[in-house]
């Protein structure tokens, strides 16, 4: 019994110490991390062709594309090609209603059927709607944009503006998460909190540095460069597409830009619970390198953090009250798990400070701890076996 007791301090210790640790390594991360810059303008030199790579996204893409098309002018020829990826549902008839109402002519909007994928080739995710766009576009940048995302009317104009100035050949954009079921409450700001300090932003931007980066619903490409890594098409097989794709770009010595845009564009990546579990489960094990030891133990760590609080407090609770011999000690666990607790609430507001995301349901990390502890052994699974591991109802093995 004194080794349960002794191990239910430790663990809420663990908690509370591993939250200020964490807290405090995001907070140096982002301090100084680099921003969307402000100010934009039209650019005369250049052109631009936005691609929308859309599969199943009745739901999303006719807000997707009022928002590009209300964009202030990047550059002046520019254009927005969107290409339906095969979609069993009114995706490309919506896609046309939404140009119709922005009043989009042939000039700034076009639509193109992606076609059957190959027989004896693999192709997965967007990699095949990415590359037949790229066989009409002819300017000088190409932005891949996905269906779920949402531009502020000036965003297109920074950021050209801004891959130019910096003389990137990729520039990328962490936009504004944006929660819209209680699955996403659960798992996305915990998400979050793992990828600023698993692909620090700094480093990222740091061409001596060979970490590398990009957000996949935003990325901005020098035509020249995209095509001398081999595109998408040198990619038909790659799951997580954009760390692949981030990575050609400084392994090539190109320059590699991934800055925060909260204040330019919003994120809301999965609309159901199913939709999240499959979304995860497909790029959790490949995003830590097909690492069994990366993805469980991270899983764990996960467990202890956001989930181990809630189970420790009540548990400690408890405890004290049936072994009186033991309370004081029970007592310190107890105080350590809230305290673990009220850090969860710290992380939310540090949270909501930089990336604009509400404190709403901020407790349910606690559960969003449980699911990812059960979707880490489901992604590797998945990968691993094949079964299972879908994307959009796709299979990807």
């Not at 079921?181 to 061409?207: K, T």
């Not at 001596?208 to 097989?237: K, N, Q, V």
Request: aromatic share 8%; net charge positive; charged share 15%.
């Amino acid at each position: 019994m004194a080794f349960l007791c002794w191990l239910l301090l430790l663990l809420a210790a663990a908690a509370a110490a591993g939250l200020t640790l964490l807290i405090a390594a995001l907070d140096g991360v982002f301090r100084e991390a680099p921003k969307l810059r402000q100010r934009g303008g039209c650019q005369p030199a250049a052109s631009l062709t936005v691609v929308v790579p859309a599969y199943n996204e009745a739901h999303n893409i006719a807000a997707c594309l009022d928002s590009v098309l209300a964009s202030d002018p990047p550059c002046p020829h520019w254009r927005l090609l969107v290409v339906d990826d095969g979609s069993s549902d009114a995706t490309a008839e919506l896609a046309r209603a939404a140009a119709r109402a922005a009043g989009a002519g042939p000039e700034r909007f076009a639509l193109l059927e992606a076609g059957p994928r190959p027989a004896q080739e693999r192709w997965v995710g967007k990699n095949w709607a990415c590359s037949r766009a790229m066989e009409q576009v002819t300017s000088d940048w190409v932005l891949f944009l996905d269906a779920d995302l949402r531009l502020r009317t000036a965003t297109l104009q920074r950021a050209l503006g801004q891959a130019m100035a910096e003389g990137a050949d990729l520039l990328s954009l962490a936009p504004r998460l944006e929660c819209g079921c209680l699955a996403e409450w659960m798992v996305q700001p915990i998400v979050v909190s793992l990828l600023g300090l698993g692909f620090p932003i700094r480093a990222a931007n740091d061409p001596a540095d060979p970490t590398a980066f990009a957000a996949g619903p935003f990325m901005l490409f020098r035509r020249s460069a995209y095509e001398s890594i081999g595109g998408h098409r040198a990619l038909a097989a790659e799951v997580v597409e954009d760390l692949a794709l981030a990575r050609r770009i400084k392994g090539a010595g190109l320059r590699l830009c991934y800055v925060l845009g909260v204040d330019g564009a919003q994120l809301g990546m999965y609309p159901s619970f199913a939709a999240l579990w499959e979304g995860w489960s497909k790029n959790w094990f490949v995003g830590l390198e097909r690492s069994l030891a990366k993805a469980l133990g991270a899983a764990a760590v996960v467990l202890l953090l956001f989930s181990g609080p809630w189970l420790l407090a009540p548990a400690a609770a408890i405890a004290a009250l049936v072994l009186p011999e033991r309370r004081p000690l029970l007592l310190a666990a107890l105080g350590l798990a809230l305290l673990a607790i009220g850090l969860h609430l710290a992380l939310r507001l540090w949270t909501r400070r930089h990336f604009e995301l509400p404190l709403r349901h901020w407790w349910l990390m606690g559960l969003g701890g449980l699911v990812i502890g059960a979707l880490a052994p489901t992604s590797v699974w998945r990968t691993l076996s094949g079964r299972g591991w879908t994307w959009k109802g796709r299979p990807l093995a």
